[in-house]
């Protein structure tokens, strides 16, 4: 069956590190994925979405990776700040399927 | 309104009774999605709507959850005869919707969710 993982752990760094999150699955073949930040109380926003022909992509201070031999994404935040403290979501989706399935998520805390 | 709207924001209901959850979705996005997160979990898919097709219902849990969606707009997810384990956020999301059926690319827009207590 299709299985999302991500690192259930919480994951504590220090203010301006690098945070990098861990998204991984099996028996898909996404042709995209998405990554979402939610906050406690409130809905996923989206943040990124990289496609399977995509190694790579930037949005200011934020990096996702795409590697579909390993089959996983990796989700970076650079000069990381305690306002990126929240928890972090991959969805990995086929191109014919009309469901978004969302991994558990990792919370993330940004220390000063 | 700019966003997804969802009502009511929390509902406390006893055992046995029946909730109806209302998600009022972007103008315009004609895919809507009726999503469940419990404590500490990550979202379980519930059902899905794309403007006039037959909705994918395989996520709802049990013939106690039904959804509506009138018009192509508002939805209104209904559980009846609850029960405890039903006591979770319900997250609506909407999107522009598909092409020749395929999901779009694009993101979901979430609401705030409605956090249902049933005691």
């Known amino acids: 069956s299709q299985k999302i993982e991500q690192n259930s752990e919480a994951l504590n760094i220090q203010e301006g590190k690098t945070a990098t999150l861990t998204c991984n699955y099996t028996?898909?073949?996404?042709?995209?994925l998405q990554w979402y930040r939610q906050d406690p109380g409130r809905g996923p926003v989206f943040l990124l979405l990289?496609?399977?022909?995509?190694k790579e992509k930037r949005k200011e201070r934020l990096k996702v990776t795409f590697d579909t031999t390993l089959k996983q994404s990796l989700f970076h935040i650079t000069a990381s700040q305690p306002a990126d403290s929240a928890t972090y979501l991959c969805?990995?989706?086929?191109?014919?399927?009309?469901?978004?399935?969302f991994g558990t998520g990792t919370q993330l805390k940004v220390e000063l | 309104g700019a966003g997804v709207s969802q009502s009511p924001s929390n509902k406390v209901t006893e055992k046995g009774k029946d909730v109806e959850l209302r998600c009022d979705p972007i103008s315009g996005h004609t895919a809507l999605y009726w999503y469940r997160q419990s404590l500490g979990q990550g979202l379980e898919f519930l059902i899905y709507f794309q403007g006039n097709s037959a909705p994918d219902k395989s996520g709802l849990p049990s013939d106690r959850f039904s959804a509506e969606r009138t018009g192509g707009s508002v939805s209104t997810l209904t559980i009846q005869r609850t029960q405890q384990e039903d006591s979770a956020v319900y997250l609506c999301a909407s999107t522009p919707g598909t092409h020749s059926g395929r999901l779009n690319t694009g993101e979901l827009f979430f609401g705030e969710g409605s956090r249902l207590t049933v005691l």
């Open positions: 028996n898909y073949s996404p042709a995209y």
């Open positions: 969805a990995p989706v086929t191109g014919g399927g009309n469901k978004l399935t």
């Open positions: 990289i496609r399977e022909n995509e």
